[in-house]
Antibody, heavy 116, light 110 residues
Framework: QVHLVQSGAEVKEPGASVKVSCKAS????????MHWVRQAPGQGLEWMGM????????IYAQKFQGRVTMTRDTSTSTVYMELSSLKSEDTAVYYC?????????WGQGTLVTVSS | QAGLTQPPSVSKDLRQTATLTCTGN????????AAWLQQHQGHPPKLLSY???NRPSGISERFSASRSGNTASLTITGLLPEDEADYYC???????????FGGGTKLTVL
């Protein structure tokens, strides 16, 4: 059974960084891309980027270029998303989602609150 | 980056049929087709269909998707109270090399 389990909620001050993890199980980790999508309170879904767990290659949305880093650890089947220089507008629920032809399994979401 | 266009809201009566639309361009919906996601308040999105009308296992046949040119559609027949949710379309944009989402449609079942 496929599971994507994300790390817990975070509260950060403006200017800080946050690193969210997503641990995969129940499938071959390197056979599916992993995407990160965020959702601000009351807003829609926003794609941040993706990582190929097989080779580690990444594609980031232009909006987050220079601020986001996605990495993976194949030994633990975990992907990470680090967002730096946090602003209040980064307050959102962050989701990981695996994809081959579509994002078919999603993590439970991680709430990141940016507040002084 | 360009997103997909969805109507903000649709309201239909119980047991009726709702059709939601999603308009993109030839680089995304018109090329790769669209996926549809359902999201209930406080929950992660759930995949309903992909590449226009492929349904993951466990998804009701009441949900069917199609595409005409650069517009994708999701039709939900026999509306139930639990169908009240936000619905998002998404697609890979082969020109921009990014995933794009629609702004979402809030479906209200009256």
């Amino acid at each position: 059974q496929v599971h994507l389990v994300q790390s817990g909620a975070e509260v950060k001050e403006p200017g800080a960084s946050v690193k969210v993890s997503c641990k995969a199980s129940g499938y071959t980790f390197t056979s599916y891309f992993m995407h990160w999508v965020r959702q601000a309170p009351g807003q829609g879904l926003e794609w941040m980027g993706m990582i190929n767990p097989s080779g580690g290659g990444t594609i980031y949305a232009q909006k987050f270029q220079g601020r986001v880093t996605m990495t993976r650890d194949t030994s633990t089947s975990t992907v990470y998303m680090e967002l730096s220089s946090l602003k209040s507008e980064d307050t959102a629920v962050y989701y990981c989602a695996r994809e081959r032809e579509a994002c078919d399994y999603w993590g439970q979401g991680t709430l990141v609150t940016v507040s002084s | 980056q360009a997103g997909l266009t969805q109507p903000p809201s649709v309201s239909k009566d119980l047991r009726q049929t709702a059709t939601l639309t999603c308009t993109g361009n030839s680089n995304n919906v018109g090329n790769q087709g669209a996926a549809w996601l359902q999201q209930h308040q406080g929950h992660p999105p759930k995949l309903l269909s992909y590449r226009n009308n492929n349904r993951p296992s466990g998804i009701s046949e009441r949900f069917s998707a199609s595409r005409s040119g650069n517009t994708a559609s999701l039709t939900i027949t026999g509306l139930l109270p639990e169908d009240e949710a936000d619905y998002y379309c998404s697609a890979w944009d082969s020109s921009l090399r990014v995933w794009v989402f629609g702004g979402g449609t809030k479906l209200t079942v009256l």
